[in-house]
Structure formats: C-alpha cells, structure tokens
C-alpha cells in the first residue's frame, strides 16, 4: 500500500488523461483475448470494445479501472508492434469524438436535401 500511494504522491495530471481509451491502427483480426494480453499488463480492464463496422475495423475503446493505469499503457504502448503495425494509443476526448460525428451527420442531411431537391454541388 505504501508504494501505492508514493506512486500516486500529489502527481497532477493533465486535464486529457482519463480512464478510457481510444486505440488505432489495430490489426483487423486481432481477438480480444490478445487485446486483453496487450492492455493488461498495464492494470486491471473494466471493458474492452473492438470496431467491427466498416468504418470501425482496426480501432477499440480501452477502460482502465484506474487513471494512473490508463496513464501508464499510454506512455508504454503508443508506438507498439503488433502484428507489424504501430499502435496510435490517443486518450478518448468526448467532445472531439462527438464533434466528429455530427460532422458527418450534418453532411449526410445536406446530401440527402441535395437530392430531394435536385441540387447539384458540381459548378456549371
């Protein structure tokens, strides 16, 4: 216990670190046993979520039990080898995902208004 709290001491972290994490660049047949194996030497795993979508294949959401677990497979794993592909290991920052989505969700209404009113984006 006591190497517990020197590890954790009066550390601050920066505001973007947090218990989940957002992995890319994965393998698109990587298991979740072998992520498990990967992730887990770090701490102890609450959830594990793997792309399988289109969109999705090759990234997974990591949630860490603890921050300072989370903190430690980011600075060990960003640049890993697996499977002959560099893990892009990045802290899940809701906004900036979210962001994102209504970027396409908004570009998925402009198309479809586009086509029911005929409108074309091409110059004449």
Same mark, same amino acid.
């Given at each position: 216990?006591?190497?517990?709290?020197?590890?954790? +001491?009066?550390?601050?972290? *920066?505001?973007?670190? $947090?218990?989940?994490? /957002?992995?890319?660049?994965? *393998?698109? $047949?990587?298991?979740? =046993?072998?992520?498990?194996?990967?992730? +887990?030497? /770090?701490? !102890?795993?609450? &959830?594990?979520?793997?792309?399988?979508?289109?969109?999705?294949?090759?990234?997974?959401?990591? #949630?860490y039990e603890?921050?300072?677990?989370?903190?430690?497979? #980011?600075?060990?794993?960003?640049?890993?080898?697996? !499977?002959?592909?560099?893990?892009?290991?990045?802290? /899940?920052?809701? !906004?900036?995902?979210?962001? %994102?989505?209504? &970027?396409?969700? %908004?570009?998925? =209404?402009?198309?479809k208004l &586009?086509? %029911?009113? +005929?409108?074309?984006?091409?110059?004449?």
């Open positions: 216990m006591a190497a517990l709290s020197i590890r954790r +001491g009066n550390a601050r972290l *920066p505001p973007e670190v $947090n218990r989940v994490l /957002y992995i890319r660049n994965l *393998p698109f $047949n990587i298991s979740s =046993e072998e992520m498990y194996d990967i992730f +887990g030497k /770090y701490g !102890a795993i609450r &959830q594990i979520r793997i792309g399988t979508n289109k969109d999705t294949r090759g990234t997974a959401f990591v #949630v603890d921050i300072y677990d989370a903190k430690n497979a #980011v600075d060990h794993l960003s640049g890993f080898n697996v !499977a002959n592909r560099y893990l892009i290991v990045l802290y /899940y920052q809701h !906004a900036k995902m979210s962001k %994102k989505f209504d &970027q396409r969700k %908004k570009e998925e =209404e402009l198309t &586009q086509e %029911k009113y +005929g409108v074309s984006t091409k110059d004449k």
